[in-house]
């Protein structure tokens, strides 16, 4: 099961992405659990996730996130503002399975 954790300011604007990704894992038979939780979060949780992906208000983050996660091997990038903007699950989706290496 893919493990995907999105990072947010306050971990709130991400649930309705969270539960667009959901449906299109589910769509297409992907096995994920996808959550969102606030930035003070992201680095106790970093041991239980595959890909982090970061809300684009806190791209100034991203190396913060890519220090820690670097030495868990767990794949760090920033969502598409666009695909964030329009809650494109699929387009997010995608892309966590890009950085996972599952095409």
Not at 1 to 7: D, E, G, P, T
């Given at each position: 099961?893919?493990?995907?954790?999105?990072?947010c300011?306050a971990?709130?604007?991400?649930?309705?992405?969270?539960?667009?990704?959901?449906?299109?894992?589910?769509?297409?038979?992907?096995?994920?659990?996808?959550w969102?939780v606030?930035?003070?979060?992201?680095?106790?949780?970093?041991?239980?996730?595959?890909?982090?992906?970061?809300?684009?208000?806190?791209?100034?983050?991203?190396?913060?996130?890519?220090?820690?996660?670097?030495?868990?091997?767990?794949?760090?990038?920033?969502?598409?503002?666009?695909?964030?903007?329009?809650?494109?699950g699929?387009?997010?989706?995608?892309?966590?399975?890009?950085?996972?290496?599952?095409?």
């Open positions: 099961m893919l493990k995907i954790m999105l990072a300011s971990g709130m604007s991400t649930s309705l992405l969270v539960s667009k990704m959901e449906k299109v894992a589910e769509e297409k038979g992907i096995e994920a659990e996808i969102a606030a930035q003070d979060k992201v680095i106790p949780e970093l041991p239980k996730v595959d890909v982090l992906l970061i809300g684009p208000q806190m791209r100034f983050m991203k190396k913060k996130y890519e220090a820690k996660a670097e030495e868990l091997n767990v794949p760090v990038d920033v969502i598409d503002p666009v695909a964030y903007g329009r809650v494109n699929e387009a997010v989706l995608t892309k966590a399975l890009e950085l996972a290496g599952i095409n």
